[in-house]
C-alpha cells in the first residue's frame, strides 16, 4: 500500500472518530434535555391548584362571616329610614308631653309673690343662713326697704337674689318664665341627646343585621369584604405560585447551568377546582 493511501485512510478513521464522538455526545445531551423537560413537567403537575371553595371557606371564618356570605338584605338608605323612624318613636315614648306640662305647673306654683300670712323659705347673701316663717309684709324708711318675717326684719338688699321674687311684685313672673325657657332648652337639648343615642344603636343593630361590617369607619357590606379578601387569597397564591416554579426550573438546569424550557405544559396555576355543587 503505497504511503498516500495509508494517509488517506488514517484520515477517513480519524474523521468517522470525531463523528462518533461528537454524535455521542450531542445524543446524550439532548437525552439529559429532555429527562429535565419530564421533570419539570412533572413537578409543575404536582402543584396543587387554588382551591375556590376552600379558599372562600377560610376567608368567611377569617372574617367571621357565615358561609356562604349572604348579600345585603336592605340598602343603607332603608337602614337609615328605619332606625330614624324608630327613634323618634322611642324619644315620643321617653319624653311625653305631660311631662314637660308637669313641670312647668310645678314652676309656675313655685315662683309667686308671697301674701301676708304665707310661710316663706328664703337665705340670706350675706350669711348663706335659711330664714323660715311666716311674711308679715314689708316697710320702706329712710334706711332702705325691709320685709317682716314673724318677729324678724330682713332688708331686702341682704337677701339672696333667687328668692327676691317672694317679696318684690313683677320678679315672681320673670323668675317663672326664666325657668320655664330653660326647662324647655333642657328638655329639647335631653331629647335630643336621647335621640341620637337611640339613632346610633338602631344603626348598629340593623345594619349588622342586614349584612354590613364597619371597616375603616364605613359601614361596608360583608359580601364586598369577604370578595376583596377572596381576591387578596388569589393574589397570594398566584405570587407562591411563581416563586415556586421559579425554583423548580431553577433546580433543574441542564448540567446546572442551561436552563431548560418547556414548549406546551399544563401548569397547575391555569387549573382552578371548581366549587362543588
Request: proline residues 3%; aromatic residues 12%; hydrophobic residues 35%.
Amino acid at each position: 500500500m503505497s504511503t498516500e493511501n495509508k494517509s488517506g485512510c488514517a484520515l477517513l478513521l480519524i474523521t468517522l472518530a470525531l463523528l462518533l464522538f461528537f454524535g455521542t455526545g450531542g445524543w446524550y445531551v439532548q437525552k439529559q434535555y429532555k429527562t429535565k423537560q419530564k421533570s419539570i413537567q412533572a413537578e409543575l403537575d404536582a402543584i396543587e391548584p387554588f382551591d375556590e371553595k376552600t379558599a372562600q371557606k377560610n376567608a368567611a371564618d377569617e372574617l367571621g362571616f357565615p358561609y356562604p356570605v349572604p348579600p345585603p338584605t336592605m340598602t343603607p338608605q332603608e337602614i337609615r329610614q328605619k332606625a330614624e323612624k324608630e327613634a323618634m318613636q322611642a324619644v315620643k315614648k321617653a319624653f311625653k308631653g305631660i311631662v314637660y306640662a308637669k313641670k312647668q305647673a310645678e314652676i309656675l306654683k313655685k315662683y309667686k309673690t308671697a301674701k301676708s300670712g304665707d310661710t316663706v323659705t328664703f337665705m340670706l347673701g350675706t350669711t348663706g343662713k335659711e330664714i323660715t316663717g311666716v311674711y308679715n309684709g314689708f316697710y320702706t324708711d329712710a334706711k332702705g326697704r325691709y320685709i317682716k318675717v314673724d318677729f324678724h326684719e330682713y332688708r331686702l338688699p341682704d337677701i339672696m337674689e333667687d328668692y327676691l321674687y317672694l317679696f318684690v311684685d313683677g320678679m315672681a313672673a320673670k323668675t317663672a318664665n326664666d325657668k320655664i325657657r330653660a326647662l324647655k332648652k333642657a328638655f329639647e337639648k335631653q331629647k335630643k341627646t336621647f335621640y341620637k343615642k337611640k339613632y346610633e344603636t338602631l344603626l348598629t343593630e340593623y345594619y349588622k343585621k342586614a349584612g354590613y361590617s364597619r371597616k375603616n369607619g364605613e359601614w361596608t357590606k360583608n359580601i364586598d369584604i369577604f370578595n376583596e379578601l377572596l381576591e387578596k387569597k388569589r393574589k397570594q397564591y398566584e405570587k407562591d405560585n411563581e416563586k415556586l416554579k421559579k425554583r423548580i426550573y431553577e433546580k433543574n438546569k441542564l448540567f446546572g447551568l442551561i436552563g431548560v424550557n418547556l414548549v406546551e405544559f399544563n401548569t397547575a396555576d391555569s387549573r382552578t377546582k371548581q366549587s362543588s355543587k
